[in-house]
Antibody, heavy 118, light 111 residues
Framework: QVTLKESGPTLVKPTQTLTLTCTFSGFSLTTSGVGVGWIRQPPGKALEWLAL???????RYSPSLKSRLTITKDTSKNQVVLTMTNMDPVDTATYYC??????????WGQGTLVTVSS | QSALTQPRSVSGSPGQSVTISCSGT?????????VSWYQHHPGKAPKFMIYDVNKRPSGVPDRFSGSKSGNTASLTISGLQAEDDADYYCCSYAGTYNNYVFGTGTKVTVL
């Protein structure tokens, strides 16, 4: 059974850097074709894809946020970490990590709400 | 990359069918057969319902079906049930630069 869980701060100040960790089980990020992605949803708004990291260290970022994002993996810990710099109130959202296989996000975490406020 | 366009809301009575459209461009929906659909009950983890336009993963009822014509994909829910009351999002691969784009989301209300 695939499970994912996001963790990190619930409140960050404007201009700070956000670091979120996705801890997963039920699959390995060393398996061919497997990836882990981050997706966010501002309150009352749509889902937005942010970043992906694959089993072979291939990394993809949303073009609009590329300059602010870094995604890394630690296969020994079954974790993926997303950092987002220069946080702004518009970045207030629920952040999800998801298991990606083939062309879809097959399993998602419950999400973690991050509020950006001074 | 702009979000794919979905109707804000659709509704139907139990047993009826509803169809949700997902309009994109030739750079995303129209260019690839990699459209997926997700059901989201607020406060819960999204659940994927359809992948590769019209494939249904195991465990998803056959009441859910997907299709695509040109730059528009669709999700049809036949025989609406109370538990189908949720938000639905489409997602499409959009090439090696934009990668993935989600739809604006549709609220399905079972009357």
């Amino acid at each position: 059974q695939v499970t994912l869980k996001e963790s990190g701060p619930t409140l960050v100040k404007p201009t700070q850097t956000l670091t979120l960790t996705c801890t997963f089980s039920g699959f390995s990020l060393t398996t061919s074709g497997v990836g882990v992605g981050w997706i966010r949803q501002p309150p009352g708004k749509a889902l937005e894809w942010l970043a992906l990291i694959y089993w072979d260290d291939d990394i993809r970022y949303s073009p609009s946020l590329k300059s602010r994002l870094t995604i890394t993996k630690d296969t020994s810990k079954n974790q993926v970490v997303l950092t987002m710099t220069n946080m702004d109130p518009v970045d207030t959202a629920t952040y999800y990590c998801a298991h990606k296989y083939s062309s879809y996000f097959g399993s998602w975490g419950q999400g973690t709400l991050v509020t950006v406020s001074s | 990359q702009s979000a794919l366009t979905q109707p804000r809301s659709v509704s139907g009575s139990p047993g009826q069918s509803v169809t949700i459209s997902c309009s994109g461009t030739s750079s995303d929906v129209g260019g690839y057969n990699f459209v997926s659909w997700y059901q989201h009950h607020p406060g819960k983890a999204p659940k994927f319902m359809i992948y590769d336009v019209n494939k249904r993963p195991s465990g998803v009822p056959d009441r859910f079906s997907g299709s695509k014509s040109g730059n528009t994909a669709s999700l049809t829910i036949s025989g609406l049930q109370a538990e189908d009351d949720a938000d639905y999002y489409c997602c499409s691969y959009a090439g090696t630069y934009n990668n993935y784009v989600f739809g604006t989301g549709t609220k399905v209300t079972v009357l």
